[in-house]
Antibody, heavy 119, light 110 residues
């Protein structure tokens, strides 16, 4: 069974870069026709798609975050990663890694990790 | 302000039926598939409906989805207290070239 697990610091200082990694187990990250996502949810608020990556390395970013977001993939480790630069308190959220199919149906999710931006 | 519009909350009694709407535009719902997710408190969202009206294996047929024009609807029949959760609609927006979510709807089973 496919499992996704986020890892990374739970506390980041303002203006610094948030870095998270998602480790995929129970399946290959190089599977065709699936995309790997980062999605976040500020406390008490709705979900926001941040971006996606295909195993080939092609990336798609939310225009509202594009200047600050970088998603990369390491197929040898079955992992993909998120970097969000110049963070502020507004970036405090639970960050989920996930996988979606051709029609943007997100069928697999990590448990989520809370990242707090604070000095 | 979410691109897709959902009611903030809905409620109904156990055993009853409830519908949750998701309104968008021609650049998103009007030309793309919609999926729906259930998010229990403190957990990750779970796929309930994909491609407008299909259920993944293991999702009971009490849950249904439909789409008409630029709106989509999630229906839940035979409500149970365990259905209390937040429900989210999602689709792709061709103009934004981005995945877009509704703001989420909190279901209360009275």
């Amino acid at each position: 069974q496919l499992q996704l697990q986020e890892s990374g610091p739970g506390l980041v200082k303002p203006s610094e870069t948030l870095s998270l990694t998602c480790t995929v187990s129970g399946g290959s990250i190089t599977i065709n026709n699936y995309y790997w996502d980062w999605i976040r949810q500020p406390p008490g608020k709705g979900l926001e798609w941040m971006g996606s990556i295909y195993y080939s390395g092609s990336t798609y970013y939310n225009p509202s975050l594009k200047s600050r977001v970088t998603i990369s993939i390491d197929t040898s480790k079955n992992q993909f990663s998120l970097k969000l630069s110049s963070v502020t308190a507004a970036d405090t959220a639970v960050y989920f890694c996930a996988r979606h199919g051709h029609h943007f149906d997100v069928g697999a999710w990590g448990q989520g990790t809370l990242v707090t931006v604070s000095s | 302000q979410s691109v897709l519009t959902q009611p903030p909350s809905v409620s109904a009694a156990p055993g009853q039926k409830v519908t949750i709407s998701c309104s968008g535009s021609s650049s998103n719902i009007g030309n793309n598939y919609v999926s729906w997710y259930q998010q229990l408190p403190g957990t990750a969202p779970k796929l309930l409906i994909y491609e407008n009206n299909k259920r993944p294996s293991g999702i009971p047929d009490r849950f249904s989805g439909s789409k008409s024009g630029t709106s989509a609807t999630l229906g839940i029949t035979g409500l149970q207290t365990g259905d209390e959760a937040d429900y989210h609609c999602v689709t792709w927006d061709n103009s934004l070239s981005a995945g877009v979510f509704g703001g989420g709807t909190k279901l209360t089973v009275l």
